[in-house]
């Protein structure tokens, strides 16, 4: 029996247009722990898809969950914000296909919430649509990939010269993995943490990229740029780059002092092609450097 994978919707207004660019979240009402799962936007005809892998909020046991999906759209009514919430509970279709969400205010009065600038800590799931419209009806017919990107942080219990710095990292990286969820599935847990269990796990998978790059930009405090590394891979569904250095490391002896990039966050650009569409996204692996010096 097929257990819940994503949200195939709809969205009119009072009027009966077409709703586009509206925020849609959906969270899995748990009793104790809500479980946030992916958000998108409307299309320009009101459509929208979203999907997740079922250990999002299903934990692996022989006792797979029937989620509680609260289905949350948000907009803007006469510049004041919005939030009109749907909630459809023990959904057992591996598809919630809602061939129309109707809201209770007219187009006219009604602008989408502006896109935020948002910054992505440490790592995150974008979704990918390669056809120009969403197909309501049919999963089947829509070609949508996810892409992950992530962090990898390394850590050393030792300063790399204990008398004369405490800064404790050593080394970092980050990771991508991409995955066709419709034919093969949102990507799980397990497999992103492209450890040599899940990197046979994605060798299953049919679904690759043509080309993946990964550049790793090194932000002072003001944001600016003051050193960069480029990786790049083609033909597969993973990447990953590890020992990506912080530090330029110039003492020849434990007398000299170590001379460190200054540093104060990293910033990881992905830039993917799936079947020659372009697609680009933008994560901080984390808000501040300073956050890994020890007292």
């Not at 023990?90 to 809201?103: H, P, Q, R, T, Y």
Request: hydrophobic content about 35%; glycine content about 4%; overall charge negative.
């Amino acid at each position: 029996m097929p257990i819940n994978r994503g949200i195939i919707g709809h969205v009119e207004w009072k009027d009966n247009l077409p709703a586009k660019n509206i925020k849609v979240s959906v969270i899995e009402r748990d009793l104790i722990f809500p479980d946030q799962l992916p958000s998108t936007r409307t299309d320009s005809d009101g459509n929208f898809i979203i999907t997740y892998n079922p250990d999002q909020y299903s934990p692996k046991s022989i006792f797979k969950e029937n989620p509680d999906l609260e289905i949350i759209l948000e907009y803007n009514k006469n510049n004041i914000p919005k939030k009109t919430k749907f909630l459809y509970k023990n959904v057992k279709d591996e598809w919630l296909i809602l061939e129309c969400l109707k809201l209770d205010d007219l187009s006219k009065e009604c602008t989408p919430i502006p896109e935020e600038n948002e910054v992505y800590m440490g790592e995150n799931i974008f979704t990918i649509n390669l056809k120009d419209s969403i197909d309501v009806h049919t999963p089947e017919n829509n070609d949508i990939w996810e892409v992950y990107i992530g962090s990898i942080l390394e850590y050393s219990p030792k300063s790399i010269i204990a008398e004369q710095t405490t800064l404790k990292i050593n080394s970092w990286g980050g990771k991508a993995i991409v995955a066709d969820v419709i034919a093969e599935g949102s990507i799980s847990k397990e497999e992103k943490k492209l450890n040599d269990k899940a990197i046979k796990l994605l060798e299953k998978r049919k679904a690759v990229f043509d080309e993946m790059s990964l550049l790793f930009n090194w932000l002072d405090k003001d944001g600016k740029i003051i050193h960069d590394s480029l990786y790049s891979e083609s033909n597969k569904n993973f990447m990953k780059v590890e020992d990506v250095s912080i530090f330029i490391p110039k003492p020849t002896s434990r007398t000299e002092i170590t001379e460190f990039l200054p540093v104060d966050r990293l910033e990881i650009q992905c830039r993917v092609i799936i079947k020659g569409k372009i697609k680009e996204f933008k994560i901080i692996s984390m808000d501040s450097i300073q956050n890994l010096m020890l007292s």
